[in-house]
């Protein structure tokens, strides 16, 4: 990869060089001035930082503003990375909605937007692509869709499921997305939507044969000691060190 300004195009030629897409995400300006000098291409402002920042039980408690507030934040790292945003729960319904809501994230700093869902929110979709707007999908396990679907749940597993993700990741593909977050695919079902779409796939607990891999970046440093996926693999400590830190600074000012 050049070392300009990655782009949409530029992440999904990436797959064409079967070169893997490392992504990860990001909800502030330290975190994502450090992603990209560590030279992560895909950053994302995921709606994920309802709980791991903001404490919410789930995603479906983030506001369009509150995506904005973060988004700003990132935005001012000014990183080379492609920097994108999640549209948050029920904001992009309608084709207006999507693209009035998707307008928001990019006046706020962010070059690309992603949604949930396949088939159902293809006119949405439209609208965002034909507002010049990069779109990013996401099939497979939907958090927006957590309270409905009655927890968080592995797809692919029957065959109906199986025939819908694929369906739903050629109709994303085909409305003009640039890649596709498949989160909670089984792995063979997410090999096989890999193989047949020309855009990128980027897993979250899906197996290895995904164009690329996403993260919550918390999880993977270990700055979210609370509750840590099955199929993540902390790299760090990072929680442990700062209350050991911490400790021993308080230490340092209390000893007479």
Not at 7 to 35: W, Y
Not at 147 to 171: C, I, N
Not at 199 to 210: A, K, R
Request: proline share 6%.
């Amino acid at each position: 990869m050049s070392s300009g300004k990655i782009t949409a195009a530029a992440i999904r030629a990436m797959k064409v060089r079967g070169e893997k897409i490392a992504a990860l995400t990001a909800c502030d300006f330290p975190m994502t001035k450090l992603l990209d000098e560590a030279g992560i291409p895909l950053i994302l402002v995921g709606d994920s930082l309802g709980m791991v920042v903001l404490g919410y039980p789930d995603t479906t408690h983030v506001t369009m503003t509150e995506m904005e507030h973060h988004v700003r934040a990132a935005a001012r790292a000014k990183p080379r990375a492609l920097l994108g945003a999640d549209l948050p729960y029920k904001s992009y319904g309608t084709p207006a909605d999507a693209g009035e809501n998707a307008k928001r994230l990019v006046a706020a700093g962010a070059e690309f937007v992603k949604a949930e869902g396949g088939r159902e929110i293809i006119e949405p979709v439209r609208a965002i692509v034909s507002a010049g707007i990069p779109f990013c999908g996401h099939l497979g396990m939907l958090p927006q869709h957590v309270l409905e679907e009655g927890g968080y749940h592995v797809k692919g597993k029957k065959e109906a499921e199986h025939q819908a993700l694929l369906e739903d990741a050629k109709a994303l593909a085909d409305a003009g997305a640039f890649a596709i977050v498949l989160e909670l695919v089984t792995p063979p079902v997410a090999k096989e939507i890999t193989a047949r779409i020309p855009i990128p796939t980027i897993g979250i607990g899906s197996g290895d044969d995904c164009d690329g891999q996403i993260l919550v970046t918390l999880d993977l440093v270990g700055l979210f000691p609370w509750f840590t996926p099955r199929f993540v693999k902390p790299r760090a400590a990072c929680a442990a060190e700062i209350k050991s830190a911490v400790a021993e600074w308080k230490n340092s000012i209390t000893v007479i």
